[in-house]
T-cell receptor, first 111, second 115 residues
């Protein structure tokens, strides 16, 4: 079983739709939960992070962590064509350099 | 702008011919990482340096080596590339454990082709 599971998609939605991206994980020791966005031919960039359980909102983006279910989500409201990218979930342990990524979900937002 | 720079962006090498990829950073971060990312797969951590301390992942093949001569530079050496080593290689940096270590700053990657 992989430490982090993420549906690779692809996912295609019309502009303005609400997008839901999800990951599950197996290691309950993870404490930090991140979402990275990767545009084509670029390196990943940090979009949002959450420490432990709970929700976090930043503009059109909301990250949710449910540690009891080992499940994290990223919601994108009012999706835009510029949101078209691959979204990678990532997790790390407290006070540790290592980070484990999901395989990424490729999202296309059509005008 | 502070950043992570990778050279070259595209590298073609022959089967078995050693190749070196380079990474430099202007962020003055303590930690530098090398990841391998194959198409539609998660970035896979190969190793990282915390300052001069080298940390190898258990499943990183011996064919992959790394050097960090100073804070700013880190190199990935592939001693005898095989066809299975064709991938995007990503360099990343972070400040260090307990200090926003969840945030890694990535370079644009080097796409390696093995012929």
């Amino acid at each position: 079983q992989k430490e982090v599971e993420q549906d690779p998609g692809p996912l295609s939605v019309p502009e303005g739709a609400i997008v839901s991206l999800n990951c599950t994980y197996s290691n309950s020791a993870f404490q930090y939960f991140m979402w990275y966005r990767q545009y084509s031919r670029k390196g990943p960039e940090l979009l949002m992070y959450t420490y432990s359980s709970g929700n976090k909102e930043d503009g059109r983006f909301t990250a949710q962590v449910d540690k009891s279910s080992k499940y994290i989500s990223l919601f994108i409201r009012d999706s835009q064509p510029s949101d078209s990218a691959t979204y990678l979930c990532a997790m790390s342990y407290y006070n540790n350099n290592d980070m484990r990524f999901g395989a990424g979900t490729r999202l296309t937002v059509k005008p | 702008d502070a950043m992570v720079i990778q050279n070259p962006r595209y590298q073609v090498t022959q089967f078995g011919k050693p190749v070196t990829l380079s990474c430099s950073q202007t962020l003055n971060h303590n930690v530098m990482y090398w990841y391998q990312q194959k198409s539609s797969q998660a970035p896979k951590l190969l190793f990282h340096y915390y300052d001069k301390d080298f940390n190898n992942e258990a499943d990183t093949p011996d064919n992959f080596q790394s050097r960090r001569p100073n804070t700013s530079f880190c190199f990935l050496d592939i001693r005898s590339p095989g066809l299975g080593d064709a991938a995007m290689y990503l360099c990343a940096t972070s400040t260090g454990p307990g200090q926003s270590s969840y945030e890694q700053y990535f370079g644009p990657g080097t796409r390696l082709t093995v012929t």
